[in-house]
């Protein structure tokens, strides 16, 4: 028993650690190709962080993560909402308009921004999930419309209640009152190792998707919804239903994407608001395996690759957009060392059972099974 | 679109086979049905760009891309591999145009193109039809490399050139393009006579007549070929069962994994080429974000399209008209297609009842009427709504006609050999 659990464990953090490895492998050969220095690069990437770096990673990881839940409760319904990226700016752009006009004193006026945020982002994914359970809609493509649409939308409502900060050409929403921002928490010392205060709500809505997939009538369905259609109707399970709970609960979690930075450092959605969190959110949401705890590891790895590659420009004269190559080969190689080591586990099996029958004294065969 | 399905699912095979078909020549009277409308459009607003030349020929640069796109994504499904990564070897093929076409001039610029759209598709079929990777996660996966690497490359290879940079290639020069100049002024003469649809329809032989790029030719010469092999060689036959049944085209001695493999290389030259039009016709030099989701919108068009060349430049059609409606004073144009959009869910609506749809009629003519009054209330469309439209059309189109479309029966599923038993 136990050398089977631990071949299972050997197994399960082999395919991770092969993937990584494959991805740093390959990103070495495009820049010994290209003529770039590929032993700097790594030394300056894969330097211990300084404290300051070492909060903005945590501060990108905590943005990146819910990107990667939002992708993830859809992918366990084998839902791709490759929407959120439309999903979390029309989201951020509601919270900062409500925040900003502060109808309600003080963090009354932050939940509900929250909520509002929330509400709109799983009506921007709704969409999506009602043209694919009542008219058969592929929601890969659909999303993917209605993130041009949300671009387009966004700036024509931005130009509408925008006010032109002063001494700049960048228009911005109104700026949220001190009472309603959420305070950073400080790992260190000085305004510059500060992190999200919202990182705390992050670290809720991953426990409650655990806890909602794992542990409730719910979760179950959605699973099984995704695992097998034709199960989940034989049990009585609306598949359109599911379908679009699924996508509205994505689109909910996407709404909280943008937050962090709205409430946490820039008080205002601008014309330069972040964008394109929704796409790495993909990669992450992949990369950890759809498990909450997965993806806080996936979000840490790609904001501590975004955070280091930043120096490299100026000190090894490489542009930082090759990380963007590593994050990308990481999602095919994850999948494909998975993969492989499946296949490899179920051929060891499969000669542990020859053996195991071969020898007709040896009494237990299904040792080699678990 | 085309086979009319009733209302209770059981389809008359004789009056399938009489009604459902329509005559081959039906993209010419496509072409024609929609020159006549928009002329008719034209004359009842006012809005005189619609059918000018100048957007015609601006039409012709917008579809090129979007059906390029298309065919890629039109070869590698019918032999059943989704292929959303085309708008990553769109963008490693825009590099490939700036790269070779300004060190090595326009045509090995097209030749660079295809190169590097087909590596993208090498990426692809390695990972989906050796490995077995989910297609949308590998597609997915391409996208991002895609955009890294060119944004990578592109810092490395044009930052030092004079007119180039970070985001941009320097000024490559143009392939050859073809003008009949008796012609085109003689034409001219006829369009600037604004006469109802005999000046629309020689504002189009202008625009084809006049200063039309080679490699817009060659695309459009390429989804004729593209139609021809896939439908009436036996190499296309074979293709097509694969994306069909590849158990069945296995268990008869096809090489599954050969023909998606090379359907899926196909596929990314194809998206590499519409990269290097996008590079060297629509403009002069490699941009950062100069591909614009077109990949994306091209697989919308294939799918609009029934999975057929032929509705795929009807789809392409369609969305390059309304992008370039978007660009050229786009406000005006737009508001007059709310109001062909108005008329045409209006009869689309009644029929719907008539078929005994009710609550989708109901629904269709409700749709109508907002936009009618939305036409009556606002004289022009906001730029960043113009900007909107082909995405809209899109999204309407496939909620209004997505059960009439029929994908290879085995699209996107992953096939490993031997499963014939």
Same mark, same amino acid.
């Given at each position: 028993m136990t050398r089977a659990r631990l071949i299972k464990l050997v197994l399960s953090l082999a395919a991770p650690v092969l993937a990584l490895v494959a991805a740093f492998a390959i990103t070495s050969l495009v820049l010994v190709v290209a003529g770039d220095p590929a032993g700097d690069v790594w030394s300056t990437i894969l330097s211990w962080p300084e404290e300051r770096n070492l909060a903005n990673i945590i501060k990108n990881a905590t943005v990146l993560y819910l990107s990667g839940l939002a992708v993830a409760v859809g992918f366990r319904m084998n839902l791709f909402n490759i929407g959120v990226d439309g999903q979390y700016r029309v989201a951020a752009f509601t919270a900062a308009v409500v925040a900003g006009e502060a109808w309600l004193p003080g963090y009354l006026n932050t939940a509900f921004a929250i909520v509002c945020a929330m509400a709109v982002g799983a009506m921007w994914a709704g969409i999506a999930g009602v043209l694919r359970a009542t008219?058969?809609?592929?929601e890969v493509i659909s999303t993917i419309m209605l993130n041009s649409i949300a671009t387009g939308l966004v700036a024509y409502l931005l130009r509408r209640v925008a006010e032109r900060e002063e001494g700049s050409n960048q228009i911005g929403t109104k700026e949220i009152p001190e009472g309603s921002r959420i305070p950073n928490i400080s790992i260190g010392e000085g305004p510059t190792s500060e992190i999200y205060g919202f990182i705390v709500i992050a670290i809720a809505a991953g426990f409650l998707f655990w806890f909602v997939l794992n542990k409730t009538r719910f979760g179950f369905d959605l699973r099984a919804t995704g695992q097998s259609t034709t199960a989940a109707v034989a049990s009585g399970i609306s598949v359109k239903k599911m379908t679009i709970v699924a996508m509205l609960i994505s689109g909910a979690v996407a709404g909280l994407v943008g937050l962090p930075i709205l409430f946490g450092s820039a008080y205002t959605y601008g014309s330069t608001f972040q964008s394109g969190l929704g796409f790495a959110g993909i990669a992450i949401a992949l990369l950890g395996r759809n498990h909450p705890i997965g993806i806080a590891v996936g979000a840490l790895l790609f904001a501590f690759l975004d955070e280091q590659s930043n120096p490299l420009q100026i000190l090894v004269g490489v542009s930082p957009d090759i990380v963007a190559i590593t994050q990308g080969v990481i999602v095919l190689t994850v999948v494909i060392s998975y993969e492989l080591i499946r296949r490899y586990a179920v051929r060891l099996e499969q000669r542990e059972v020859a053996r195991a029958l071969e020898r007709p004294t040896t009494p237990a065969p299904e040792e080699a099974k678990a | 679109m085309s086979v009319p399905a009733t209302a209770t699912g059981v389809v008359d095979p004789v009056a399938t086979k009489t009604r459902g078909r329509l005559p081959r020549y039906w993209i010419v009277l496509a072409l024609l049905g929609a020159m006549l409308a928009l002329s008719l459009l034209r004359v009842v607003t006012g809005a005189d760009d619609l059918t000018s030349s100048g957007t015609i020929a601006a039409t012709l640069i917008a579809i090129v891309p979007i059906m390029l796109a298309g065919l890629g994504g039109l070869w590698s499904e019918r032999a059943g591999v989704v292929n959303i990564g085309l708008e990553g070897m769109m963008i490693l093929g825009t590099w490939g145009a700036g790269y070779f076409g300004y060190h090595h001039g326009p045509w090995a610029g097209v030749a660079g193109a295809v190169l590097m759209g087909m590596l993208g598709g090498l990426v692809h079929a390695v990972a989906t039809v050796l490995f077995g990777v989910d297609h949308i996660i590998s597609g997915v996966a391409i996208n991002i490399i895609a955009l890294g690497a060119v944004q990578y490359l592109a810092a490395l290879t044009f930052s +030092?050139?004079?007119?180039?940079g970070q985001t941009q290639s320097p000024k490559i020069g143009d392939v050859q393009s073809l003008t009949i100049g008796p012609l085109s002024d003689g034409l001219k003469d006829v369009e600037d006579k +604004?006469?109802?649809?005999v000046s629309d329809l020689a504002a189009l032989l202008r625009a084809l007549c006049t200063n039309l790029s080679s490699l817009v030719i060659l695309s459009f010469l390429l989804l004729i070929v593209t139609w021809f092999v896939l439908w009436r060689t036996s190499f296309g036959l074979r293709l097509r069962s694969v994306g069909e049944s590849p158990a069945a085209a296995e268990s008869l001695g096809v090489k599954v994994l050969r023909y998606k493999f090379s359907a899926v290389l196909v596929s990314g030259a194809l998206a590499g080429l519409a990269g290097a039009v996008l590079a060297?016709?629509? %403009? %002069?030099n490699y941009r950062d974000?100069?591909?614009?989701g077109r990949g994306y919108i091209g697989l919308a068009a294939m799918i609009f399209g029934n999975w057929r060349p032929g509705g795929l430049l009807a789809g392409s059609g369609l969305f390059g008209y309304t992008e370039t409606l978007g660009l050229r004073q786009g406000g005006t144009s737009v508001h007059a297609m709310l109001l062909a959009l108005a008329v045409l869910a209006l009869f689309l609506g009644i029929w719907q009842v008539r078929q005994g749809q009710r609550v989708t009629g109901a629904v269709i003519v409700g749709v109508g009427a907002l936009v009618a009054a939305l036409w009556f209330t606002i004289d022009t469309v906001p730029s960043d709504f113009t900007g909107m439209t082909p995405y809209i059309i899109t999204l309407l189109v496939l909620a209004f006609a997505s059960q009439r479309l029929r994908m290879p029966a085995a699209d996107g599923q992953i096939y490993r050999k031997g499963s014939a038993g």
């Open positions: 008219r058969g809609v592929s | +030092d050139l004079e007119g180039g +604004d006469l109802f649809f060297m016709v629509a %403009s %002069s974000g100069q591909t614009g």
